[in-house]
């Protein structure tokens, strides 16, 4: 029963976020059809690599502080659970507010200091997400839970990959017109 959890709530969603993170990084250019994603973060000392802490001024926003987050699988799944965590929040505060003056209280000093000092709280939370989904989520297993995710990454970055080269090579058939690929 684990495993069939760890599939659904850790795979799954894993795999769909990492193949539109990766999708994207290609259609934007920041990676190119002929390196793996696997190779993409290791060249460290190459800063003419798009899609690199050194460059991620540069990036699309989830991009950023996807590279912010370590880049790889670590970085995305951290990147997840930042979006996780503050969604989360977003939407408690959203359920529990009793009216406008919940929303006016949030222009407050006090309010906006602690909206930061939380956003950096789950920055760190995400960043040891693999102390934060256990809490989130019931596992008998976590070794379970961290391969369906780790699994969930590579199938969802090999999927964006082919998926490119696929309309790649539809585009240079004639099939496709090349502005569908941008």
Not at 3 to 31: C, D, E, R, S
Not at 69 to 93: K, R, S
Request: with cysteine.
């Amino acid at each position: 029963m684990d495993l069939i959890k760890a599939i659904f709530y850790a795979g799954l969603p894993v795999q769909v976020f990492t193949f539109l993170m990766v999708y994207y990084a290609y259609n934007k250019g920041y990676l190119t059809s002929d390196i793996t994603i696997r190779d993409a973060f290791k060249d460290k000392k190459n800063p003419e690599r798009k899609l690199s802490k050194a460059n991620k001024k540069s990036l699309l926003f989830l991009h950023s502080k996807w590279m912010t987050f370590g880049g790889g699988f670590y970085g995305l799944v951290a990147l997840l659970t930042f979006i996780y965590i503050e969604l989360d929040q977003t939407v408690q505060f959203l359920i529990h507010a009793t009216g406008w003056q919940s929303f006016l209280n949030l222009l407050s000093f006090n309010a906006i200091l602690g909206i930061i000092i939380e956003s950096f709280i789950n920055m760190l939370k995400a960043l040891l997400w693999f102390s934060y989904w256990p809490d989130v989520f019931d596992m008998e297993n976590v070794a379970i839970w961290f391969i369906a995710s780790y699994l969930g990454y590579r199938l969802g970055a090999n999927l964006a990959q082919r998926y490119v080269v696929h309309l790649e090579k539809k585009a240079l058939d004639g099939d496709v017109c090349v502005e569908e690929i941008d």
